[in-house]
Structure formats: C-alpha cells, structure tokens
C-alpha cells in the first residue's frame, strides 16, 4: 500500500460507485492511489468470481471485505438449509477472492414472528456451523449490526454489543463484528463496545459513511457522503485505531445521487472527505473525550 498519499488505509467499497464495472473500479482505484476494494456478490458472480479474482490482483489492488452473507433467520428447514448453502457459497467467493472478510447481514424476523431472542439464537447456531467451515479457507465471519429501523426486515443484530455477545461464542479468529459508522452513531455505549471488540480482537471490518437529515424515502439508499451528515467519523476513527485496529477503512456509501455522477469525480470527493473528515487533525488532540449520552 502506498503510504505517500494518505490513503494507505482507504478502502472503496464497490457500491459507493456501483455505475463502475468491476474492470472501471479497478482502474479508478488504481489511477486515484485507493489501495483496496470492498466488493460485493452479485457483480462479482456476474463477472465470474474467478475472473474478478484475477482483475483485483492484477491491478495491485487488495480485496478487503466481500458482501454479503448473512440472512440466518429463517424458521422453516428449508430456508435454514438454503440460507447455510447460499452461505457456505459465499464463503468460497471470498477465498476465491483473496479476503479474509465476509460480512454478514444476520436477517430480520421471520414473517409473523416477533421473537428477537430466538432469531438471534439462530443465528448463534448458523454461526456454529457455518465457522469452522469458513475457517477452513481463510475466511473469518463478520457480524454487521444494523441500526435499529432494519431490525424487522433485515438484521435482528442492531447494537454492537449484540454482535460481540454473538461473536464471543466462537474464537475471535473465526468470527468478528463489523463496526460501521452509519449504523452505531446514535449508540450511547459504542465507544465501551468498541474497546471491548478491540480487547477481544473482535474487529474485523471498519467501515464509513454520514448519517444525513432529512432521511431519504428509501432509507437503505439514504447514507450520506462523508462530512455531510451528523457523524463525527473522526471520533470513530480515533477509538477503533485506539482499540488496536489498524486495518483497512471502507468507505461503503449507498446513495443514487452519487451513482448518477461521475465516479472518477465521486471517487476524488471521496479520497478528499475521507482526508478532511476521518484522518489526524492537526487541530484536535488525539482521543477527545467521549460525548455523554
């Protein structure tokens, strides 16, 4: 990684620019000094996983998380056996890929159901099954929490205690939680559960986007570019390297006013928030205090 232009931990994940091709993101990143990708399965299997593979390592670029697994909800059989396929799938995606991070979006409630505690012991058992297999080939398990508003539909995961109450039952190499600004800004206890998931070396992916006001109608594509929102991502960032981690910083922004622009432009205004928004200020003492909530 190129330690000269201050991007040495930048990561771009694919869907902040999806207009990209995979054959465009690796160019993109390339020309403007980005180090790494986060990538995601439905580009990558239409591209062939294997080809992409080849694309990424060629360019010199490190694929740093793959999108998503997850989804480990269900009540029936059927959709348990279909959801640790689609997942054991994923797995060889991401070793195919060369990362050692495949993020999961745990799932939401089954229909009809409103038993949070047992969808999230479910998830416990899938991750039973599902980590020695990962560990096998390099891959370790990332828990993503969701903020809360998805907790119906898509992850009953929302707080990042949650996740490391999951991820603790299993060695830290095989499964660890994602801490993503987006969806832990508004967590009075983030900054305990932070030291806490980098005391256990819990932290596997760090990712970053704004929190932006007012929220758009489809929330899921809401997230805002870096220093429009109310996120101090600096603080973030502070207590993650605080906590040990120093690995990449994914900038995962999902937003169709960005898709509909230039991504070479996109991506510039990316590497110029990240730099203004995320890194050292000169002005700031190293580890402000934690807000009170």
């Known amino acids: 990684m190129n330690g000269r232009n201050g991007l040495e931990r930048l990561s771009l994940n694919q869907e902040t620019i999806r207009q990209w091709s995979l054959p465009e993101l690796a160019e993109g990143c390339v020309a403007a000094g980005v180090p790494g990708v986060g990538l995601w399965r439905a580009p990558v299997r239409a591209y062939g996983t294997e080809a992409a593979a080849r694309l990424m390592r060629s360019a010199g670029l490190t694929v740093t998380s793959l999108c998503r697994g997850g989804f480990l909800t269900a009540l ?8 640790l396929d689609d997942n054991r799938a994923a797995i060889d995606e991401a070793a195919a890929l060369g990362t050692g991070t495949l993020v999961l979006v745990s799932g939401g409630l089954p229909p009809g159901s409103r038993d949070l505690s047992g969808a999230r012991e479910r998830i416990a058992d899938a991750l039973g099954e599902l980590s020695p ?38 060695p830290a190499g095989r499964v660890g939680v994602v801490v993503d600004t987006y969806h832990l800004w508004w967590d009075d206890t983030v900054a305990a559960q932070i030291a806490r998931a980098g005391a256990g070396d819990r932290i596997a992916a760090f990712q970053v986007a704004d929190w932006i006001t007012p929220l758009p109608a489809g929330v899921l594509l809401g997230r805002g570019q870096l220093g429009d929102g109310s996120i101090d991502l600096r603080w973030f960032r502070e207590r993650v390297d605080a906590a040990g981690y120093d690995g990449p910083i994914e900038v995962e922004i999902f937003n169709p006013a960005l898709w509909e622009r230039d991504g070479a432009e996109v991506l510039a205004e990316v590497a110029e928030r990240y730099a203004s928004s995320v890194l050292p200020s000169p002005s700031r003492s190293p580890l402000p205090p934690d807000p009170v909530g």
């Open 133 to 170: 297999y990962a560990a096998e080939r390099g891959v370790r398990l990332a828990v993503e929490p969701l903020h809360p508003m998805f907790a119906a539909d898509r992850c009953v995961v929302s707080t990042l205690a949650q996740a490391l109450d999951l991820a603790e039952r299993f």
């Open 76 to 83: 029936d059989p059927a959709g348990r056996t279909a959801a």
